[in-house]
């Protein structure tokens, strides 16, 4: 409710940010602006209004602040910011918040615009921003038009004005408030009163020069500054005085003070040193830098509480109640017992080292704290947690989880690391050089009875501790340092092959995988050759139904020696692995495939395995799969491609003539009907022509002038040019006069068509272009509207076929030849069927009609007549996954699959043609057979999809060329 007598406010629009062009031009160059000024920038800042926070438009600010001329002249008028305010759709109720929000509006224009606007409207060099956008416009530092560093620096305080005496300074009554609050401004802080200290010193002053003596104290403030300086001086002064006196010196007699001076200036000084109330009298000789003098800082003393009864009554009770046990002999039960506990205020070892001691101890309940610790450790803290770190770590684990062979074999895996290779024992594995025969000492052990879905509480307790040490190692090495570090400790590899041979129970499905993850971590800095136990172990694993085994161990294999120099092989694969992985790329899985392509591609570098793959597998059937896969995931894109521009037929004045059925049907039609059906069949809407308005009446009189009828009435010329305007709205009369001509009387906004339309079906009229006089090239040129009556008139007029009495031609054989103009099938007289002509000049008539609405969508605009359409050709073009190149986003590289199966493909491409299957095909193709090698054999079949890849696949297209590069070589 607004109070009585007051006038509600109008509120205008709110205050909105219109996205236009020029807005987005004006920030984008204000943007610029300060990019190179240095200054931080913000395009739509927000203000808080009655409507909540708004956007302030930073182009309707700039422009409104330059039509009130400018921010200087702006900051003169009192309340003017507010005003703006309003008139740009800002809005608050109360003083206070109209207040806060036009010092804001305020401060956004002189944070953001101000310098911006001596650029752009006065071509000056802004001030810079160290005086201009670092200082507060609520400052009083001048315009920020006239600004400069000198200014500025005189406008400014130095550190001392404020300690000007009393009769410089302005007084209070004579300060301009009103002004200040007009211009926007803060109003000046009061004089700050120095409180009165008393002077501690001696009461009788050392004796001055009479310079001195001539010349009061000038700054009172500077005395009270070091008041309390002077007085610790004095309070040092008094005790090193205290320290020359005698015995019976009293300190409270002046004469004795008297004295102790007198005696200090006769062992060579003043009692008190300099004196701290001396100011020089000349300010011409003075020392400049105290004025830059400042006071030290208070030091921050941290308090502490001290126990009082009233805020800690138990402690102070806890005290009397020890104070009478003392007094009546009775010691205190509790302080003894916790005086005898050992390790009382020793907090131990950090959780790392307690781990670490816990595991190495061989204490289950200690092992099970460890682990429960290491496992949240490595998940939470991988990042950190490392081996090298902790020495005994990695040796800790790997013993811990070597306990799984005593629970399902009779057995108790030990690590020696004397390095001694003759180890007799099978539960002795070599730490130091790894144990050779690890895969004949786990086919020699008799497994245990175990129930894979019921164990005792003991073993399932020893299970969980111990997958609980691989999962540690498994999110360990996840860090690829962890991950070099284990590769270099071969008992790490023995335990993988224990693990990985123990039996198919589930209970043991989540430490295996765990032992995989381990494999496929370590093994790219592993260099495995085809007797190595490890590598025998992952390639068994390849016979298993488990998808997530298949994946982990094909990368595993994959991965050997990719860190490393040493080239990966793979070799002694069995056959039933190869056939295996031909199969799972038959799948509608991604991930699989991948890794099988990863897998064939170390594989089939090596000719010796190409040779091996030859024998174990049809690759006729396998090349065209690897082909199909070039295209996985493919998008085929269409874009119309232009071989001819549009063109535009330039307008002339010249009228087509009026067809004879529509001629006649206008005949009958009254005035003023028959103008506006006239002028929708003759002529359409063009902003850019025009035509005379001569041309335009005569038109119409040579088409109706001497033809009307008795009893009808004929329009004037100026009735007839004011119906123009009723049928096209954007026609108009004008008067233009043209270089070195006269006036011209025009009707701009239309142009006569090429060909007449039907004003009822909008159907455009055809010229018939057959042929009348060979000689002469001469033409029908009748006006026809439907392609039927166009085609019965060429079969009726032309070629002399009469219909039957059911309207219908019949189908004989007729000697007629076509002479439509431009046509060269039929130029001589033959014999032909007449459905077969009958087709062919049919596809003269409907290649004639002009393309007025689009078949695909009806209610599309129409076409102009004048218009001649853009001949274009759709080209094609596939797309496969790509990636972008770091350093220049705009080049594309072709990735995932498709690569992968170019990458195979171009390996077998390479290699075949050394293998001995390679030798034997030529030698039976000399016996009698075809030519060529593999290669041909091969690829020949699928040689067109590998061009059509190559051509419409832009990112495979390089990989694909090397391909048939190499066919193409191969081939006889």
């Not at 996840?478 to 198919?504: F, G, Q």
Request: charged content about 25%; glycine content about 6%.
């Amino acid at each position: 409710m607004p109070p009585k007598g007051s006038t509600p406010k109008k509120e205008g629009p709110k205050h909105v940010i219109e996205e236009t062009p020029e807005y987005a031009e004006f920030i984008q160059k204000l943007a610029k602006f300060h990019e190179e000024r240095g200054t931080s920038f913000e395009p739509q800042p927000r203000l808080p209004t009655m409507h909540g926070h708004v956007k302030v438009d930073l182009f309707r600010l700039y422009k409104a602040v330059i039509e009130k001329g400018g921010y200087d002249e702006l900051c003169k008028v009192q309340k003017a910011w507010g005003a703006l305010a309003n008139e740009l759709g800002m809005f608050f109720d109360d003083n206070k918040g109209m207040g806060q929000l036009s010092f804001q509006l305020k401060q956004d224009f002189y944070r953001y615009l101000a310098a911006f606007w001596i650029k752009d409207q006065y071509g000056k060099e802004p001030p810079p921003k160290e005086i201009l956008e670092a200082q507060s416009c609520a400052s009083k530092h001048g315009p920020v038009l006239t600004r400069t560093v000198e200014s500025f620096k005189l406008a400014s305080k130095r550190p001392g004005d404020e300690i000007a005496a009393k009769e410089d300074r302005p007084s209070e009554a004579s300060t301009p408030v009103s002004g200040n609050r007009a211009s926007g401004r803060l109003r000046e802080a009061p004089p700050q009163r120095v409180p009165f200290q008393p002077e501690t010193g001696p009461s009788r002053q050392t004796r001055h020069t009479p310079s001195q003596q001539s010349t009061p104290v000038a700054n009172s403030a500077h005395h009270s500054a070091h008041a309390s300086h002077n007085q610790q001086q004095h309070q040092q002064h008094q005790q090193h005085q205290q320290q020359h006196l005698p015995p019976h010196h009293n300190a409270n007699n002046p004469l004795h003070l008297i004295q102790a001076q007198q005696a200090a200036l006769q062992r060579g000084g003043p009692s008190n040193g300099p004196s701290s109330h001396f100011t020089p009298s000349n300010p011409e000789t003075a020392s400049r830098l105290t004025e830059a003098f400042e006071p030290r800082q208070p030091v921050v003393v941290a308090l502490r509480p001290i126990s009082t009864p009233k805020h800690n009554p138990v402690e102070f009770a806890k005290r009397q109640r020890l104070l009478r046990m003392h007094a009546a002999g009775v010691a205190d039960p509790q302080g003894s017992a916790r005086s005898q506990m050992p390790g009382v205020g020793n907090d131990g070892p950090n959780i790392y080292t307690r781990c670490l001691q816990s595991l190495r101890s061989g204490i289950p309940s200690e092992q099970a704290f460890a682990l429960n610790h290491l496992v949240k450790i490595s998940y939470e803290r991988g990042d950190k947690y490392k081996f090298e770190g902790f020495l005994g770590l990695a040796e800790g684990l790997i013993e811990k989880a070597l306990e799984v062979g005593s629970l399902f074999y009779n057995i108790d895996w030990q690590i020696s690391y004397s390095g001694d290779q003759e180890i007799w024992d099978l539960s002795i594995l070599d730490g130091v050089n790894g144990t050779d025969d690890i895969l004949e000492r786990i086919s020699k052990l008799t497994p245990k009875m175990v129930l894979d879905y019921m164990q005792p509480a003991d073993f399932t307790d020893r299970l969980t501790r111990i997958t609980e040490a691989v999962l540690t190692i498994r999110n360990m090495v996840m860090l690829p340092e962890n991950a070099v570090y284990m590769a270099d400790i071969c008992s790490l590899k023995d335990l993988l092959c224990i693990i990985l041979h123990l039996p198919r129970l589930e209970m043991l499905v989540e430490i295996k995988h765990l032992a995989l993850d381990i494999a496929e971590q370590v093994t790219p800095n592993l260099s495995l050759d085809s007797d190595d136990a490890l590598y025998k172990t992952l390639l068994a694993q390849l016979d298993s139904t488990d998808r997530g085994t298949i994946l982990t161990v094909l990368r595993a294999i994959s991965r050997i020696s990719m860190n490393l120099e040493t080239t990966n092989r793979l070799q002694n694969v069995p056959t039933w692995a190869l056939q295996s992985i031909m199969n799972w790329l038959l799948l509608n899985d991604e991930e699989l495939v991948d890794a099988c392509l990863d897998f064939l591609y170390q594989y089939t570098a090596v000719v010796a395995n190409v040779e091996s793959l030859m024998k174990a597998i049809d690759m006729e059937r396998v090349v065209p799969h690897l082909v199909r896969l070039l295209a996985h995931n493919a998008k085929r894109q269409a874009l119309p491609h232009t071989l001819e521009k549009e063109i535009k037929q330039p307008a002339t004045d010249e009228v087509a003539a009026l067809p004879r059925d529509l001629h006649e049907r206008l005949l009958n039609t009254l005035e003023p009907q028959r103008c506006y059906q006239w002028l929708q069949s003759l002529f359409e809407d063009d902003d850019k022509s025009h035509i005379t308005q001569i041309a335009i009446w005569q038109a119409y009189q040579r088409s109706f002038g001497a033809q009307t009828g008795p009893g009808r009435s004929t329009l004037n010329a100026a009735e007839f040019i004011r119906n123009v305007s009723h049928v096209y709205a954007n026609a108009r009369a004008q008067i233009i006069r043209g270089p070195g001509e006269g006036q011209r009387f025009i009707i701009e906004g239309i142009r006569p068509r090429i060909v007449p339309v039907d004003y009822d079906t909008k159907e455009e009229y055809s010229q018939c272009q057959w042929i009348t006089d060979k000689g002469t090239q001469n033409k029908c040129n009748y006006l026809i509207a439907d392609s039927e009556k166009m085609w019965r008139h060429i079969l009726t007029t032309h070629l002399g076929i009469n219909p039957g009495d059911d309207g219908k031609f019949a189908n004989r054989e007729v000697l007629a030849s076509c002479d439509w103009d431009g046509c060269f099938k039929h130029r001589t007289p033959s014999k032909t069927r007449l459905s077969d002509l009958s087709g062919h000049i049919k596809g003269h008539v409907l290649s004639q009609k002009h393309p007025l609405v689009s078949p695909l969508d009806p209610a599309a605009k129409r076409q102009k007549s004048y218009i001649k359409p853009a001949k274009t050709m759709p080209m094609a073009w596939e797309t496969t996954l790509y990636t972008e190149d770091e350093q220049n986003p705009d080049i594309q590289h072709a990735a995932g699959i498709p690569l992968s199966a170019v990458l195979v493909l171009r390996n077998i491409a390479r290699n075949v043609v050394k293998t001995e299957s390679q030798e034997r095909l030529l030698k039976e193709h000399e016996m009698g057979g075809e030519g060529g090698g593999w290669n041909e054999k091969l690829f020949r079949p699928v040689t067109v999809r590998l061009f059509e890849i190559m051509t419409l696949n832009k990112h495979m297209s390089g990989y694909v060329a090397s391909l048939l590069q190499l066919v193409q070589d191969d081939r006889p």
